[in-house]
């Protein structure tokens, strides 16, 4: 039987119905989310979007799995921009010449892939445009395994695929992030909604429900004068029968004393009590009123990755889970590499490198963008924080400022903590989430010791713990 959407829209209806997200993937997959959203990003995905009328978003979880989010390369299948695709397709695009922009790449993979007139974009439709996307080779050849293309990451999905072009392993498991895993996760989000086949489009003369407040992109905290966000939220509050105040737009000791209490009373989107500060950031605002309220899509960015940043961000992603050998050792093959980055010879003494780690990544991400590396060279990190004072390029924000602003706090940026008796510990910041940080640390370990065992993904880090301060260095 022909491989065609009225043959395989029921099945992609029941798998979908079916699917779990693995709770041991979710750290991986927010970072994948945090990449695709983020401002910059998102641009370049709707400038293709009106060009082709692809939608942004399934350009964006193409693009992920394809070039691994990275804009130098093609899109059709990840080869470098400045050459025609080598891989197949090959030869791709056929007009024009090298080097090619990401956005002329992209226009031509949709559009030779037949993704462009497509309408309605439904969730059904999305998985079988995606499975076509790479091929039906899964489908056809091991009908057992649901294509991981798909489906890795979550219940539906647990091994078996190819290692190579015709090359099948039962055994191998994808590390990728599958196309309706990453799909769920953004409509979970509220960054996408979606329907499902048979579900009728709303009727052009139904009447909006009334809107959710967007967060509006920076923290709401005392003191704040003025300010429209602070009466919207001093009137839900009120409306919550938790007594703000005068509803006067000023966010003064009832305002924050109101949200501590709410805060106390709450958790968050995925069930975790909210952090207790006073402070209106957008896990709290999206507690106050809904989960799709924040963030603002239309609000000024606070923060736009440069090129430097989302380059740091992702090679210290692919090295999450490296590990000293043997542990405790401050050694191993990996290991070596980031203490010899930082001027060091790991076999002459032993090295804690958790600075070692982040000067490595900057200068890995240096050499990929062609910017310069702002970081220091050195292992140490009050060494690094000092020579950071100052430095032309560099934005330093001291403990105390971050602790009156966490928005100051952006991702990519490194911090810097005292531990005592002349140590400390660094790691580079993912993301920010009403004060709590999601961070990647070298010489750490699941509580965040400063002698830990190897690179982890940390996501409880709070501002306040943080006693030096905070770099900038791109």
């Known amino acids: 039987m022909a491989n065609t959407f009225a043959s395989l829209k029921d099945e992609y209806a029941t798998l979908w119905q079916e699917m779990r997200i693995r709770a041991e993937r979710i750290d991986e997959i927010r970072h994948i989310f945090s990449r ?10 709707q400038s293709v979007e009106a060009a082709t009328d692809v939608p942004w978003f399934v350009i964006a979880i193409i693009h992920n799995l394809e070039a691994s989010r990275a804009f130098d390369r093609h899109l059709h299948n990840g080869d470098p921009l400045t050459a025609r695709t080598r891989n197949v397709p090959r030869n791709r695009p056929a007009a024009g010449s090298p080097p090619f922009t990401w956005e002329e790449s992209a226009q031509d993979a949709l559009t030779f892939d037949r993704l462009t007139g497509i309408s309605p974009w439904t969730v059904e439709r999305i998985a079988f445009e995606m499975e076509k996307f790479n091929g039906f080779g899964v ?26 072009d015709r090359t099948w392993s039962e055994n191998a498991v994808s590390a990728q992030c599958g196309a309706m895993v990453m799909l769920r996760f953004l409509m979970d989000q509220g960054a996408i909604s979606v329907r499902t086949e048979g579900t009728p489009e709303p009727p052009e003369d139904t009447p909006e429900l009334p809107a959710v407040p967007a967060f509006p992109g920076r923290y709401l905290q005392n003191p704040l004068e003025d300010d429209p966000h602070v009466e919207i939220v001093q009137r839900r509050l009120k409306q919550l029968g938790i007594d703000p105040g005068t509803i006067d737009s000023d966010f003064g000791p009832d305002t924050e004393m109101a949200v501590r209490l709410f805060q106390a009373r709450s958790s968050d989107e995925t069930g975790e009590p909210l952090e207790i500060d006073g402070i209106v950031g957008p896990k709290t605002w999206a507690a106050l009123f809904d989960p799709g309220s924040s963030p603002d899509p239309n609000a000024p960015p606070r923060f736009t990755a440069t090129p430097l940043v989302d380059a740091v961000l992702d090679i210290a992603a692919d090295e999450v889970g490296v590990r000293e050998r043997p542990p405790g050792s401050n050694r191993g093959p990996r290991v ?17 490198w958790c600075m070692c780690f982040v000067f490595w990544c900057f200068t890995q991400a240096a050499q990929r963008t062609g910017l310069a590396n702002l970081v220091p060279k050195t292992g140490g990190v009050h060494l690094a924080w000092q020579r950071s004072q100052g430095k032309p390029g560099v934005t330093i924000v001291p403990a105390m400022t971050a602790r009156r602003d966490p928005a100051l706090v952006k991702p990519g940026m490194v911090f810097f903590i005292d531990t005592g008796n002349g140590r400390g510990h660094a790691g580079i910041v993912v993301a920010n989430v009403n004060s709590l940080l999601e961070t990647i640390e070298g010489n750490t370990n699941d509580n965040g010791s400063r002698e830990g065992i190897g690179v982890f993904r940390r996501t409880r880090r709070r501002i306040n713990d943080i006693n030096l301060g905070l770099a900038g260095y791109g």
């Not at 695709?36 to 995905?45: D, K």
């Not at 890795?152 to 695929?161: E, H, L, T």
């Not at 070596?336 to 090295?351: H, K, N, V, Y």
Request: charged share 20%.
């Open 139 to 164: 489908r056809n050849h091991h009908p057992h395994v649901k294509t991981p293309y798909l489906w890795s990451f979550s219940n539906i999905y647990s091994r078996g695929k190819c290692i190579a």
């Open 36 to 45: 695709l959203t983020n401002p910059a990003s998102r641009a370049r995905y």
């Open 336 to 352: 070596d590499e980031f203490i010899r980055a930082a001027g060091l010879d790991p076999t002459q003494d032993s090295f804690p």
